[in-house]
Nanobody, 125 residues
Framework: QVQLVESGGGLVQAGGSLRLSCAAS????????MGWFRQAPGKAREFVSA????????SYADSVKGRFTISRDNAKNTVYLQMNSLKAEDTAVYYC??????????????????WGQGTQVTVSS
């Protein structure tokens, strides 16, 4: 069982930055692949970024590539999402998720077993 708690969301002006954190419980965090997803009002949940267990492999949605950076610190059981050059269209609730398929980069929501409660990111234009 893995419990995930996101933090770091908030209100920021367009062009600004935020850093999201996702703290995980459990001793097996380092074996999990991790991902970030987001959901805007009236829209489906969409993939943002993912990282394998080691941090050596990452993936990004085209919409955030070059602006967002995912990373993890297995010693702290935490995964991060650094978001730069934020745009109004980045406004959403951001969720982190954990998948036991740790050796891969998981981009499909259905392959994640555990989800956090989400943190709101609002970008004003």
């Amino acid at each position: 069982q893995v419990q995930l708690v996101e933090s770091g969301g908030g209100l920021v002006q367009a062009g600004g930055s935020l850093r999201l954190s996702c703290a995980a419980s459990g001793r097996t965090f380092s074996s999990y692949a991790m991902g970030w997803f987001r959901q805007a009002p009236g829209k489906a949940r969409e993939f943002v970024s993912a990282i394998d267990w080691s941090g050596g492999r990452v993936s990004y949605a085209d919409s955030v590539k070059g602006r967002f950076t995912i990373s993890r610190d297995n010693a702290k059981n935490t995964v991060y999402l650094q978001m730069n050059s934020l745009k109004a269209e980045d406004t959403a609730v951001y969720y982190c998720a954990a998948s036991p398929r740790g050796s891969g980069v998981v981009t499909v929501p259905g392959r994640y077993d555990y989800w956090g409660q989400g943190t709101q990111v609002t970008v004003s234009s």
